[in-house]
């Protein structure tokens, strides 16, 4: 039931040690889950119990980056940015990927995520944005 893992994961960011595994395994595979409230809970979650910059969060997390509803797409990059700052170079290159998604308010999304994502005066990503400026669509 969605208000019971919605507790859950309350409790995991007040009791879990962070970094361990047993917590962020639970917490991840929230992740999956069919609610975006409990997906985006789930996020909100991570960055009090993981270790900054684990490679197998910030991969689970960026997998949320083309998701079709906003909410887990914005909780994503937050929870991105409390991982590993600006400048996390796999992050950086799945959300570059995302420029090219069929679905303009993935690519939008996308090109919002490098604002707060990349760092100032990052080629590839200015290069990468740069593309959206012949966009077909005129909400990217």
């Known amino acids: 039931d969605k208000g019971n893992a919605l507790q ?6 007040e009791l879990a040690l962070q970094g361990g ?4 395994d639970l917490v991840s595979a929230c992740l999956e889950d069919e609610d975006p409230d ?3 809970a789930a996020m909100e979650t991570l960055p009090l119990i993981t270790k900054h910059g684990d490679p197998y969060v910030i991969g689970a997390v960026s997998s949320r980056l083309g998701h079709r509803e906003w909410s887990v797409r914005a ?3 937050e929870t991105l940015l409390d991982l590993c700052g600006r400048g996390c170079a796999p ?9 090219s998604h ?16 990349a760092e100032k005066g990052d ?18």
């Open 75 to 77: 909780a994503a990059v």
């Open 8 to 13: 859950a994961l309350e409790v995991f960011a």
């Open 102 to 117: 069929s679905d303009w308010c993935i690519r939008r999304t996308a090109a919002e995520a490098l604002e707060q994502l």
């Open 123 to 140: 080629r590839q990503s200015i290069l990468a944005v740069s593309s959206l400026l012949q966009d077909p669509d005129k909400d990217v």
């Open 21 to 24: 595994r047993e917590a962020v």
């Open 38 to 40: 409990i997906q985006s």
């Open 91 to 99: 992050v950086l290159e799945a959300v570059r990927c995302l420029l």
